[in-house]
């Protein structure tokens, strides 16, 4: 199994452009997540998705959109960006059901808004 | 208060010795809570979930005091494969989606 995998690993862009990161995961896990990661911010949670077809804003949503159309796949798009989302974004996934579940990253993202 | 607070370091320790690093919580209801490692420049991975009774994994032990809403990690006979950033990880959930709360990371330096 490959586990949790996004691409690309670095993407330098310019004030204004729009991309998608892509994140894939095989584990066949129901929940899926972005986080940024910032110096000295700790992970913060961008979006969440709880299964295909449904998602939801987690602490820090603005200039991001997710969609969720398969179990395997979580892509976040940055609408416009902008020099403050320049961070480290990592996609993770986790197994459903109670109790509380070990998420599992991605490599992560290096992303530099000029 | 933040939700979840960690000393940044480095703490800075010789090969064998013993580290300790605190993590508090301010969320007196929160259920579930984790220690995850972070090498340089690479992803979180979870090093061990912290349970009432406290849990021991070779030279780590995590406890957890909820009267005073801290977790612990301790790093026994410390090596040098052990240094990292130790990220304290809360969740307020017993169940369904958990929106976890991840400290900022205490980082460790094990000298030679």
């Known amino acids: 199994n490959a586990g949790v995998t996004q691409t690309p690993k670095f993407q330098v862009l310019k004030t204004g452009q729009s991309m998608t990161l892509q994140c894939a995961q095989d584990m066949n896990h129901e929940y899926m997540s972005w986080y940024r990661q910032d110096p000295g911010m700790g992970l913060r949670l961008i979006h969440y998705s709880v299964g295909a077809g449904i998602t939801d804003q987690g602490e820090v949503p603005n200039g991001y959109n997710v969609s969720r159309s398969t179990t395997e796949d979580f892509p976040l798009r940055l609408l416009s960006a902008a020099p403050s989302q320049t961070s480290v974004y990592f996609c993770?996934?986790?197994?459903?059901?109670?109790?509380?579940?070990?998420?599992?990253f991605g490599p992560g993202t290096r992303l530099t808004v000029t | 208060r933040k939700e979840v607070e960690q000393d940044p370091g480095p703490f800075n320790v010789p090969e064998g010795a013993t580290v300790a690093f605190n993590c508090t919580y301010s969320n007196s209801a929160s259920q579930s809570f984790f220690w995850y490692r972070q090498d340089c420049r690479k992803e979180p991975k979870l090093l061990m979930s912290v349970y009432s009774s406290g849990n021991e994994d070779g030279r780590f032990t995590a406890q957890l005091n909820r009267a005073s809403q801290y977790i612990s990690l301790l790093i026994r006979d410390s090596k040098l494969s052990d240094s990292a950033t130790y990220l304290c990880?809360?969740?307020?959930?017993?169940?369904?989606?958990?929106?976890?709360?991840f400290g900022t990371g205490t980082k460790l330096q094990v000298i030679p």
């Open positions: 993770a996934s986790s197994p459903s059901g109670t109790g509380a579940y070990e998420q599992y």
């Open positions: 990880v809360v969740n307020p959930n017993s169940g369904g989606y958990q929106k976890v709360t």
